[in-house]
């Protein structure tokens, strides 16, 4: 049907945002903390860094691993629901997306000492959750689309669907496409994300000083992240008739009828870093806690691919034969983690609060990419980003002469978009409840609630944008055996 080659389709999606993988959302993907961590933690808001006396310590503050005194194991089952009502020109759709997996388990082995405390310890983390869901549909009566955005973007997936057309100067030199379709559409699409990120965790903790402790964690990280996304651009209003040609060559591209654009980006996800801590019992009451999360280097592997049709009422549908695949690795920097926390305890009753500092801006793009093309990359991301102070509260209590611990919290994350507003602020508040068994078995069960305000936009800036309400339930189930 066409003539113009399609040798430059892959250089252009390289580079073309809309919908290719490599920007700044991908680095916020990779830097932007979890709240997944044990029962016992996420019960108490994940204000842990001044306890952290459990394989959790690994998570938060691995100092906490000298406070352990018997050797011990610990498991955990995680399940959480998304859930997104997306408002769309007007039109409401709700969306879910619920996951199950094992989040944690390992062992700590207090050695023998003559003085103080020494503890070694090693297990497996699942640290991180890329669970998400968007579905959306709605009529754009504006003069824009996916199908201009490719076109105007000299975008070859138009131009081999029958969506565009090449233009020429008068010695036959092509200049660029151009497209009859002008907005009028109703658009549709779904959007699922999964994946998880994992560590397995080596640890180790002393009691360098009567009452004041330090611990070393080495995370070895490995994942995995899918995001498919499925888009549909219609003519419901027979806005383009039979009488019109999309391309005045091809008679078979009249009457058009439906745009159909899937998407799929596919990580392997391979890196490492180190958390340093330090935990200070000021009294039998008070511990203080102090921790640096240096900076994960995460090589990423990229398989990123292209399907598209379109319909004309012709009885004519047009494919992208092959699909179009694309691969590329690059190594994503995260920034450095600052954190403190206080806890007090007495008569049963404990309180503990949590401050971490997060730099956005200090996210990089260090490999995988020409100078020129990391260094806008990186621009971008100083540009869009700020600093955020995330904001951990909680308690716990214990029953008397129950072996119940109710715990109770609240997770405070800040956009780390500089102009967003508290809308896009992250929120939740968590519960939680611990049984002990016996000498050497405790039973735990953590619950958070979180809610906050997203947008999206399906190509350029406020043209097709998804307004989105997102709801996030955890559910985490641990488990304690004491050797």
Known sequence: MKTKSILLIA?????FNTISAQNFNDALRLSDPEILTSARALGMGNAYLSLSNDF???????????LIKKMEFSGGLNYNSFKNDAQFFNRSTNYSSTSSNF??????????TSRGSLVLAFGYNKF????RALKFSGFNSNNNSLIQ?????NDDVAYELGLSYPVYDSNNKYLYDETKINGKLNQSGNIVQEGNLNSWQFSGAIEFQENLFIGLTINIINGDFKRNREYWEEDLNNNYPLQLLLDNNDPFTADFQSFYFNDIIRWDVSGWNGTLGILAKVDENINFGATIKFPKSLEVNEIYTVDADAKFGTGKRYFLDPPIENRVEYTVITPIELGIGASYSLSGMTVAFDANFIDYTQMEFSEGFDTRTRENKNKDIKDLFKKALNLNAGFEYMLPFTGITVRGGFIFMPSPFKDDNSDFDKKFITAGIGFKAGQRFVFDVGYSHGWWKDVGDNYGSNLSRTFQSITKDNLIFGIKYLF
């Open 103 to 112: 989040n944690q388990f390992g062992f700590a082995f207090p050695l023998p």
């Open 56 to 66: 959790s310590a690994s998570l938060f503050n691995p100092a906490g691993f000298a």
């Open 11 to 15: 250089i252009v999606l390289i580079g």
């Open 149 to 153: 955005s490719l076109t105007n973007d």
């Open 128 to 131: 991180k959750d890329f669970n």
